[in-house]
């Protein structure tokens, strides 16, 4: 299916870039550029065909591998994407990876120790997180950290100190979702007959948590990553925007700005293909976590 999916999207993308109000020819040559000039450009980058035409003969390029040269920066749209994922990769995989540290061992808890002060704290602490703005949270951030405390570095890419701030910053941002998700699943697994057997047997509260409840309550959390992880790997601008990093969000907003249509559908489609990849993982990892789901499929079989 995920060949209809590419295609459906390059369509869509390639269509709303074309009905998007610019002349790529005029931006490339200049505003005050001679009409001449701009028209005979025009017929040189093809757009003057119909729609279909240039649209089919940007799709049959894509198929032989050439993703096209960008039309405003002329140089390989493949460079440019490669150039920059991977900052947003070691992006979205610290963020992922402070989510995962700080809210599912936290959600967990909350879960346990239901209806406590414990809980109570842990979902203040996720309301607070969920309503603070992504921006702001970056900026105090640099301010106590970086101008204040002399700790770590504000911005840029150079080092894996740069990669702290954003990524906590994202992860706490993601941490609230997780947290209440956690929370929510394990407490309807412990809601279940199978575990009330488990206690009644004599079975310690912690082998009860680690082998009945968080295996059965992680095919939520399995998803949710999963999602967010896809997500962040089509760039934060908002984030690459607070700490200059030069990632694939960016990227594409600039292209869309500059109405650059070659790096705007690649782009677009490389990550929509990434998550595509990313569900397969969660859907392959739903049957080593949940072996119910592998034995229905066997019995299909």
């Keep these: 299916m995920m060949i209809p999916v590419l295609l459906g999207i390059s369509f869509v993308i390639y269509a709303l870039m074309s009905i998007s109000p610019g002349d790529p020819a005029r931006m490339i040559l200049g505003e005050n550029a001679d009409l001449a000039a701009v028209e ?98 970056g900026l105090m951030m640099q301010l106590v950290f970086s101008l204040n405390l002399h700790l770590l570095p504000a911005q840029g890419v150079d080092t894996l100190k740069h990669y702290i701030l954003p990524c906590v910053t994202l992860g706490a941002g993601m941490m609230a979702n997780l947290i209440r998700m956690t929370r929510s699943s394990v407490l309807e697994v412990t809601k279940q007959d199978y575990i009330r057997t488990a206690r009644a047997k004599g079975c310690k509260e912690g082998v009860v948590v680690r082998r009945h409840i968080l295996r059965n309550a992680m ?11 896809g997500s962040l790997l089509g760039g934060t601008m908002i984030i690459e925007s607070v700490f200059a990093m030069p990632g694939l969000g960016s990227l594409v907003i600039q292209a869309v700005r500059q109405k650059d249509t070659p790096l705007v559908v690649a782009a677009v489609m490389f990550v929509a293909f990434m998550g595509g990849i990313i569900n397969l993982i969660v859907d392959i990892l739903y049957a080593y976590v949940d072996p119910r789901i592998k034995s229905q499929y066997v019995k299909k079989a």
Excluded: C
Excluded at 59 to 85: C, E, H, Y
Excluded at 91 to 101: D, E, N, W, Y
Excluded at 223 to 229: C, K, M, N, Y
């Design 40 to 137: 005979a450009l025009r017929d040189e980058m093809g757009l003057n065909d119909p729609f279909l035409i240039q649209y089919g003969r940007h799709m049959l390029n894509m198929l032989k591998g050439d993703l096209g040269t960008s039309w405003i920066f002329n140089i390989p749209v493949f460079d440019q994407i490669i150039a920059r994922m991977p900052s947003t990769v070691a992006l979205a995989i610290g963020s992922t990876f402070v989510m995962l540290l700080l809210g599912l061992p936290t959600g967990i808890i909350s879960a346990v120790k239901k209806y406590t002060w414990v809980d109570s704290v842990t979902l203040m602490i996720s309301l607070l997180l969920t309503s603070m703005p992504v921006f702001w949270l």
């Design 219 to 229: 095919l939520p959390v399995i998803t949710i990553v999963g999602l967010q992880f």
